[in-house]
């Protein structure tokens, strides 16, 4: 196997590049490349692996040209400068690093909010000038002053215990946040209109997205209280700028701290230039220690995916450890074959898919198992579907997915069961996974069989009466068509069969046509695997 290779096109600590020759990764360090988008489609179809800061955007365009990427992690949490959907639906893992700069970007809201509350920016370069205002300048007390959280998650909590540390009370408006860690970090979870009437200090720790966009817009900001000051660590876009200048200028709201905004890099935007206003160039992010942590375990978590399968902090994909990922392999050729050979057989709409694990597999990740069934199910009909963009394709085509888990309760070790329910009708397949890790298909609609998945079979349902082998042996070998191996079962005596043929080569469709014509055949059908 060549070594897998990875570009770095923004400017991670160096940790990382030692971490990837470390692990036998061939690495590009190019730390000014993501802002040169051009340059980037046109080198990005030699790499394996992409891993990123903030400054280069994987768009769709980029993506086009990916042609080998399998992985792209952002050293850091917002995951926003990477085309999501488009990634998962080309099969790249999008992964972050969500803790490693948390503690950091909590340390730089603690701080603007204390730049603000003391003017130290203004201050320090007034007296750099030789002013000496001492006049001129008067602070804020922060303790006992209200602070409201807007995103109580990582970084939100850790800000929340260093707000109580500093002898402030803290209120909190997260919907997801439960009364139970609300009552743990010590905050008072509250609505966000009450969050706007009582807080003193606003800190903004949530995503961007369709919810959270402009969260304070000019009609929040209006429910503030007067002399509120305002910090956002988060991303820009939580906070209506024009409308935050405005009541700024009105002296409604006494000051503002953004390290963030809604046009980066930011060279003009709104808040800038007026006095009570501190900025910084998305910094939240910036120590060594923060940029230690998300190098090392971007380029750990990258190395272990491209080397071992294992995947964690995924934002597209259920976490695999580097334990379970052989584990889960064979299981996951398994889910697929099976997914596979439904799909082949669908002619109409699905509705729904229920996958059951029974025995071993159970204790597997299933979640990466469905993925890898519906994957099968959905090729033969959307071809680039792949197992990372299935379960989002599933949805997307209103196909409802079910998971069940069970102990073993038949004869195999693991069991892993697809019914796939069409317009027209329910069929299931089953397949286990033998010592010598083979997938092989069990039962097809209640019927036992035993099969490898080979990579050219026939699949036919017939009535079981005498005389269809001999037919059916004689049409292949007119056409010279050579059987490797035949199958078969059947649910009783003279009742339904099947047959599952292993061939040599592709079928012709003629050969298909002449085993229709034999009395009793139902389907015959043509699968490759
Ligand atoms: N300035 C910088 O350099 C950095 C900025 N960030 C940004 O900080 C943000 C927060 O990061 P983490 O705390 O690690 O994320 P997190 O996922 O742990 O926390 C986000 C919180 O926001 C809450 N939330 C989601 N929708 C909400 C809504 N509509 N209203 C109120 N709360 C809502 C979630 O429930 C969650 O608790 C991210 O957007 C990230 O991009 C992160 C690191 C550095
Ligand atoms: O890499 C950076 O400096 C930005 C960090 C950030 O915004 C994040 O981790 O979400």
Redesign the pocket.
Known sequence: MTAPKVLISDALSPAAVQIFKDRGIEVDFQPNLGKDKDKLAEIIGNYDGLAIRSATKVTPKILEQASRLKVIGRA???V?NVDIPAATAKGIIVMNT?FG??IT?AE?AIAMMFALAREIPAADASTQAGKWEKNRFMGVEITGKTLGI???????SIVAERALGLRMKVVA?????SPERALDIGVEKVELDDLLARADVITL?????E??KN?LSAENIAKTKKGVRIVN???GGLVDEAALRKALDEGHVAGAAF??FTIEPATENPLFGHPNVVCTP?????TTEAQENVALQVAEQMSDYLLRGAISNAVNFPSITAEEAPKLKPFIALAEKLGSFAGQLTETGMKSVHITYEGTVAHLNTRALSSAAIAGLLRPILQDVNVVSAPVVAKERGIVVEETVREAEHDYDALVTLTVVTERQTRSVAGTVFANGKPRIVNIKGITVDAEFAPSMIYVTNEDKPGFIGRFAGILGNAGVNIATFALGRDAPGGSAIALVEVDGEVPAKVLEDIQTIPGVKQAKALTF
């Open positions: 850091g949490i917002g926003d969500p700069n948390s970007t730089h807007i995103g109580c998650g990582n970084i939100g408006y997260d919907p997801f946040l720790h949530t995503p961007l997205t919810k959270t969260v660590c988060a991303r390290d963030v998305h910094l939240g992010a910036a």
